[in-house]
């Protein structure tokens, strides 16, 4: 879908309008949706689209994923989830997951940014070294 930059510039407008402590706010992402529909400005569909975009994109950014290959103690995930909330900030919602294949340290995945600290991700750059 081509969206035009006056599309784009209203969407981004109404992601900010959102946010409520630098956190999204899901009651005013309906209430905006909302009143783009019932308003039906030029580009609407559009509008609504780039804010759906907008929305998942940030919803990805909050969430990480951490993997290791034996359980984590209490501590452990609490310290983690502190390093992690100090780094990107209140809001992320964590998730703790087994996977024996790792070997043994751990791998944590917030959107985009992939931490591979673990054994099986530094035998595999030790063989693509090679």
């Known amino acids: 879908m081509k969206i035009s930059k006056q599309a784009r510039r209203e969407a981004k407008s109404l992601f900010r309008a959102c946010q409520a402590n630098g956190l999204l706010d899901e009651n005013r992402v309906r209430l905006a949706v909302q009143q783009v529909i019932t308003q039906k400005p030029h580009g609407y569909l559009a509008i609504v689209w780039q804010l759906s ?5 940030d919803q990805e950014r909050r969430t990480a994923k951490v993997e290791s290959a034996a359980p984590l103690t209490p501590d452990l995930q609490a310290g983690i ?7 990107y900030g209140p809001g992320l919602n964590l998730s703790f ?4 294949t790792l070997i043994g340290g751990l791998r944590i995945q917030i959107g985009s940014d992939v931490y591979d600290g673990s ?12």
């Open 81 to 87: 989830r502190g390093n992690l909330t100090r780094l």
């Open 53 to 57: 975009r907008l929305v998942k994109l």
């Open 97 to 100: 997951g087994q996977d024996p």
């Open 119 to 130: 054994v099986q991700g530094r035998l595999r750059s030790l063989q693509e070294s090679f």
